[in-house]
Nanobody, 116 residues
């Protein structure tokens, strides 16, 4: 069974930084576009960042300029560097294929809480 394993979340003060990691199947990371998603309580899951096979990136307007997505194909890992964190960034963060057609079962996610 395909597994996605997210880590790196935690409690951070507003303005702080975190780096999330997602270990995925090597073929998934190296062959397709990957994305980071988040789901806040009572809200739908939303896409916040994507990175293509050639490392082109896109970001949701709400995180543009503060988050950076990257990938390390050798480690089969996708990262999300988050800085300038705001309380509204509080959510469970997940990774998966950016394309709906390529998505696999969601992992457990990693909780990010931004609070003073």
């Amino acid at each position: 069974q395909v597994q996605l394993v997210e880590s790196g979340g935690g409690l951070v003060q507003p303005g702080g930084s975190l780096r999330l990691s997602c270990v995925a199947p090597a073929s998934m990371v190296s062959n397709g576009a990957m994305g980071w998603f988040r789901q806040a309580p009572g809200k739908q899951r939303e896409l916040v960042a994507t990175i293509t096979r050639v490392r082109s990136t896109e970001y949701a307007d709400s995180v543009k300029g503060r988050f950076t997505i990257s990938r390390d194909n050798a480690k089969a890992t996708v990262y999300l560097q988050m800085s300038g964190l705001k309380p509204e960034d509080t959510a469970v963060y997940y990774c998966n294929a950016a394309s709906i057609m390529a998505r696999v079962n969601w992992g457990q996610g990693t909780q990010v809480t931004v609070s003073s």
